[in-house]
C-alpha cells in the first residue's frame, strides 16, 4: 500500500507531468511531417530535442509493479512509415557519420547513419509511454515511466544527442551553403515561439 501510495505520487510528479507534455508535442510533430518544408522540420527538431532531453533527465526515479511490461502501441508498420516520411522530407540531407555506437568498438571508421531513423528511434519508445499514459491505469503508468527512464538512460538519450549534432550540421553548414532555392527558403515564417516552446516547463533552480 505504501508503494502505490509513493508510485501513485510520482507518476503526477510535476517533472512527469511536464515529460509527458513534451513527449506529447514532440510525437504530435513528427506525426506530422508530410505538412512541413525541410527547413522548418529541422528548426524544430533543434528546439524540442533539447527539451524532450532536459525533461526526461528529470524524471523521477520509481519501481515497476508488475512483472509484465506494459502494452506496446507502435507497430513495426507505424515505425516504417514515421521513417520513410522523415526520409522523404530531409531527402540527401537524412545521411550523417556517426561514432557514438555500440558497433564503433569493431570499426575503425564512421559508421553511416539516416536522422530519419535515429528519430524514428527516438519516437517508438516515447509514443509507446504516452499512449500507456493516456490509458489512465496508475500501476501501467506507473511502470511504463520506468521503463521509459530505464530507456531513456540505455538507449533513446544517446540516439537524441547524436541526431542534435547531425540536424546541427544540416542547418547551419548544409542547408546554409546549399542551392538559390534553399536559400530563398531560409525567409520562412517560423510558427513556434520560444513562449510556446517554453509554455508550463520550470527552467529555474530546483527549490
Known amino acids: 500500500m505504501i508503494m502505490e501510495e509513493k508510485n501513485s505520487q510520482v507518476i503526477f510528479d510535476k517533472n512527469a507531468v511536464?515529460?509527458?507534455?513534451v513527449a506529447a508535442e514532440f510525437c504530435g510533430f513528427l506525426e506530422r511531417v508530410s505538412d512541413m518544408r525541410c527547413r522548418d522540420f529541422v528548426?524544430?527538431?533543434?528546439?524540442?530535442?533539447?527539451?524532450?532531453y532536459l525533461k526526461a533527465s528529470l524524471l523521477p526515479a520509481c519501481e515497476r509493479m508488475e512483472e509484465a511490461d506494459p502494452e506496446t502501441f507502435v507497430t513495426e508498420?507505424?515505425?516504417?512509415?514515421?521513417?520513410?516520411?522523415i526520409a522523404s522530407l530531409l531527402g540527401e540531407y537524412d545521411?550523417?557519420?556517426?561514432?557514438?555506437?555500440?558497433d564503433m568498438a569493431y570499426s575503425d571508421t564512421p559508421i553511416h547513419q539516416n536522422i530519419s531513423e535515429s528519430l524514428a528511434d527516438i519516437y517508438q519508445p516515447v509514443k509507446d509511454f504516452i499512449c500507456v499514459f493516456q490509458l489512465g491505469l496508475e500501476h501501467t503508468m506507473n511502470d511504463s515511466l520506468a521503463?521509459?527512464?530505464?530507456?531513456?538512460?540505455?538507449?533513446?538519450?544517446?540516439?537524441?544527442?547524436?541526431?542534435?549534432?547531425?540536424?546541427?550540421?544540416?542547418k547551419y553548414r548544409q542547408l546554409a551553403h546549399g542551392s538559390q532555392e534553399e536559400e530563398?527558403?531560409?525567409?520562412y515564417e517560423d510558427n513556434c515561439t520560444e513562449e510556446?516552446?517554453?509554455?508550463?516547463?520550470d527552467m529555474g533552480d530546483d527549490e
Open 147 to 170: 521503463i521509459c527512464r530505464e530507456l531513456f538512460a540505455e538507449f533513446w538519450g544517446q540516439r537524441l544527442v547524436n541526431v542534435m549534432r547531425a540536424l546541427h550540421d544540416v
Open 184 to 187: 530563398d527558403s531560409a525567409l
Open 77 to 85: 508498420t507505424d515505425y516504417e512509415v514515421l521513417r520513410g516520411s
Open 95 to 102: 545521411d550523417y557519420l556517426e561514432v557514438f555506437l555500440d
Open 18 to 21: 511536464e515529460f509527458v507534455t
Open 196 to 201: 510556446e516552446l517554453y509554455e508550463g516547463l
Open 43 to 52: 528548426d524544430k527538431c533543434l528546439k524540442l530535442l533539447p527539451l524532450l
